[in-house]
């Protein structure tokens, strides 16, 4: 056993050392390791990408694997004024734009993409955090949605524009062409058959299953195609990518 | 130092070939920061579940909190006070935070779940490729035969007990005997190599929503996303426990000698003890 003297002098000798932590903090902020640190989103994107093939599947659950409570996170109610007149109506004025590179721009009401052929699909939502939470979701396909607005081939990447702020700016966030195209990649309206709830995303959230959790965009108002994230937001892709170095490919 | 009579000349073998030393020394290095960063987002969700699912509302097995005043850890219905430690705890200004591991502990110190994925991310990598390697180098490269291969005398339950008897009682052998492999050392290193390290990346890929697409086997085998979580949380801590063993022989068994062994190679055989 150890006196407890000298356990308290170690213990001592240790707090002292603490200051060398903030060595490796300054190791973890120089843009030299930060670029470094970024390969591992560059090789997870480009593993997956060789490997997974475009079309394979998240896996789709049964009911009876639904989780009891769907947890929401980021906002849970958008602020402002406009959105709460929205939520008041119950989102009938509600409308999508569908802008960018495309040969027809459109603007969907939430009749429109109700009225559209419709994809119900139980998956596991994974929050970056590390929870998970297994609902059922409606909603149309967003290929059938970038289809009808007749995509052009210059787009490379999907711009989700939303009605949520944290701070300042509005949320937003883009995938590729690959998921954007995905048998999964649906707009829903609907989460465990009900209406969805204003803290999952009313009255439309973004599922692009096998990503993580921020990259399913709430409060969608607009789509809009694009040749390069240049110019948007920050550049980086995404509300979080911008603002706290998120990976934009979030497939692990 | 004090004997009279000469002491025999110490006998050098060559002991641990370069890809070993090299796999060594980036694993020290690698599993530090994994563990240290994967510390790091476990601090963004400190809960586990079993299953395919769990969130707050969810039963969590394991659970590192706070309340107004103290930290706990829960595993099951047994609740440890941590306070200080995990949970709550006071930072280097004085300022005190409920984070379940403090900062001091994690990559980087102060919150930050996306760093902490981008260390752990790219490591992941340098683990999954360096382990990769050296697992081809032991198998084909003779090291499993050489140095791993367990004999069929040493399976025999009262070699195996003799071994751990005299590892109990801290009798390391001295002379030839020294530069092998004891069983237990067999085993936790091909424990290690082929079991553990592998059943991490195997875990960790598994909690990728893009590799449950490509592989949902991987679901099934370890029962769902938030099992798999656990499963890697819980080989975390024999990886630590490893290292501390590990830590605690090569202090017992001659650190000078067997950090020399680890850098270069070349280990001085103990002398045979007078009988």
Same mark, same amino acid.
């Given at each position: 056993?150890?006196?407890?003297?000298?356990?308290?002098?170690?213990?001592?000798?240790?707090?002292?050392?603490?200051?060398?932590?903030?060595?490796?903090?300054?190791?973890?902020?120089?843009?030299?390791?930060?670029?470094?640190?970024?390969?591992?989103?560059?090789?997870?994107?480009?593993?997956?990408?060789?490997?997974?093939?475009?079309?394979?599947?998240?896996?789709?659950?049964?009911?009876?694997?639904?989780?009891?409570?769907?947890?929401?996170?980021?906002?849970?109610?958008?602020?402002?004024?406009?959105?709460?007149?929205?939520?008041?109506?119950?989102?009938?004025?509600?409308?999508?734009?569908?802008?960018?590179?495309?040969?027809?721009?459109?603007?969907?009401?939430?009749?429109?993409?109700?009225?559209?052929?419709?994809?119900?699909?139980?998956?596991?939502?994974?929050?970056?955090?590390?929870?998970?939470?297994?609902?059922?979701?409606?909603?149309?396909?967003?290929?059938?949605?970038?289809?009808?607005?007749?995509?052009?081939?210059?787009?490379?990447?999907?711009?989700?524009?939303?009605?949520?702020?944290?701070?300042?700016?509005?949320?937003?966030?883009?995938?590729?062409?690959?998921?954007?195209?995905?048998?999964?990649?649906?707009?829903?309206?609907?989460?465990?058959?009900?209406?969805?709830?204003?803290?999952?995303?009313?009255?439309?959230?973004?599922?692009?299953?096998?990503?993580?959790?921020?990259?399913?965009?709430?409060?969608?108002?607009?789509?809009?195609?694009?040749?390069?994230?240049?110019?948007?937001?920050?550049?980086?892709?995404?509300?979080?990518?911008?603002?706290?170095?998120?990976?934009?490919?979030?497939?692990? | 130092?004090?004997?009279?009579?000469?002491?025999?000349?110490?006998?050098?073998?060559y002991r641990h070939r370069l890809p070993t030393r090299i796999w060594h020394?980036?694993?020290?290095?690698?599993?530090?920061?994994?563990?240290?960063?994967?510390?790091?987002?476990?601090?963004?969700?400190?809960?586990?579940?079993?299953?395919?699912?769990?969130?707050?509302?969810?039963?969590?097995?394991?659970?590192?909190?706070?309340?107004?005043?103290?930290?706990?850890?829960?595993?099951?219905?047994?609740?440890?006070?941590?306070?200080?430690?995990?949970?709550?705890?006071?930072?280097?200004?004085?300022?005190?935070?409920?984070?379940?591991?403090?900062?001091?502990?994690?990559?980087?110190?102060?919150?930050?779940?996306?760093?902490?994925?981008?260390? +752990?991310?790219?490591?992941?990598?340098?683990?999954?490729?360096?382990?990769?390697?050296y697992?081809?180098w032991t198998?084909?490269g003779g090291h499993?035969?050489k140095d791993? +291969? #367990?004999?069929?005398?040493?399976?025999?339950?009262?070699?195996?007990?003799?071994?751990?008897?005299?590892?109990?009682?801290?009798?390391?052998?001295?002379?030839?005997?020294?530069?092998?492999?004891?069983?237990?050392?067999?085993?936790?290193?091909?424990?290690?190599?082929?079991?553990?390290?592998?059943?991490?990346?195997?875990?960790?890929?598994?909690?990728?929503?893009?590799?449950?697409?490509?592989?949902?086997?991987?679901?099934?085998?370890?029962?769902?996303?938030?099992?798999?979580?656990?499963?890697?949380?819980?080989?975390?801590?024999?990886?630590?426990?490893?290292?501390? #063993? +590990?830590? #605690?022989?090569?202090?017992?068994?001659?650190?000078?000698?067997?950090?020399?062994s680890m #850098?270069?190679g070349?280990?001085?055989?103990?002398?045979?003890?007078?009988?």
């Open positions: 056993m150890m006196p407890r003297r000298e356990l308290i002098v170690r213990a001592g000798g240790l707090a002292a050392a603490l200051p060398l932590l903030g060595a490796c903090d300054a190791i973890n902020d120089a843009p030299a390791v930060r670029r470094i640190l970024s390969m591992g989103e560059e090789m997870n994107r480009a593993s997956q990408r060789a490997l997974i093939d475009r079309e394979a599947l998240a896996r789709e659950f049964t009911r009876a694997d639904l989780s009891p409570v769907f947890r929401s996170n980021g906002t849970r109610l958008p602020p402002g004024a406009a959105y709460a007149a929205h939520a008041a109506g119950g989102f009938a004025d509600w409308r999508v734009a569908v802008t960018g590179l495309v040969t027809r721009p459109l603007s969907l009401s939430m009749a429109d993409i109700r009225a559209m052929p419709q994809r119900t699909q139980i998956t596991r939502h994974d929050c970056v955090e590390g929870w998970s939470a297994i609902g059922e979701w409606t909603g149309p396909q967003l290929r059938r949605i970038l289809a009808a607005a007749g995509v052009k081939d210059r787009a490379r990447y999907i711009v989700f524009r939303c009605a949520d702020r944290l701070g300042e700016t509005l949320y937003y966030e883009s995938c590729d062409m690959i998921d954007a195209l995905h048998p999964q990649t649906i707009l829903a309206w609907a989460l465990n058959r009900e209406v969805l709830p204003i803290a999952n995303g009313a009255p439309l959230r973004l599922r692009l299953e096998r990503q993580l959790g921020y990259k399913h965009a709430k409060y969608v108002t607009a789509i809009e195609a694009v040749a390069s994230l240049d110019g948007i937001g920050a550049g980086k892709g995404g509300y979080w990518e911008d603002r706290i170095d998120y990976e934009w490919y979030a497939g692990i | 130092m004090t004997d009279l009579a000469p002491a025999p000349p110490p006998t050098r073998v020394w980036v694993n020290a290095v690698t599993l530090l920061i994994l563990l240290m960063s994967g510390l790091m987002i476990f601090n963004a969700h400190p809960r586990l579940y079993w299953g395919q699912y769990g969130a707050n509302a969810d039963y969590a097995w394991f659970a590192i909190g706070s309340t107004a005043d103290t930290g706990y850890v829960r595993i099951g219905a047994a609740r440890v006070e941590t306070t200080g430690l995990l949970g709550r705890w006071t930072d280097a200004e004085g300022v005190e935070k409920t984070w379940a591991f403090p900062g001091w502990a994690t990559i980087p110190t102060s919150y930050s779940l996306a760093d902490g994925r981008r260390w +752990h991310l790219l490591f992941a990598w340098v683990l999954a490729i360096s382990l990769t390697l697992m081809l198998a084909l499993l035969k791993l +291969h #367990v004999r069929r005398d040493e399976w025999s339950p009262r070699h195996i007990w003799h071994e751990i008897k005299d590892h109990a009682r801290l009798r390391f052998p001295t002379g030839a005997a020294a530069a092998r492999y004891n069983i237990l050392q067999k085993l936790s290193y091909i424990g290690i190599i082929f079991i553990l390290l592998p059943l991490m990346i195997a875990t960790g890929l598994t909690m990728s929503p893009g590799i449950n697409a490509a592989a949902p086997w991987l679901l099934d085998l370890f029962g769902g996303r938030q099992s798999a979580r656990s499963i890697h949380f819980i080989g975390a801590w024999a990886l630590v426990a490893f290292f501390l #063993v +590990h830590i #605690v022989m090569v202090m017992l068994a001659g650190p000078v000698n067997e950090l020399r #850098v270069t070349w280990f001085r055989l103990p002398a045979e003890k007078a009988k």
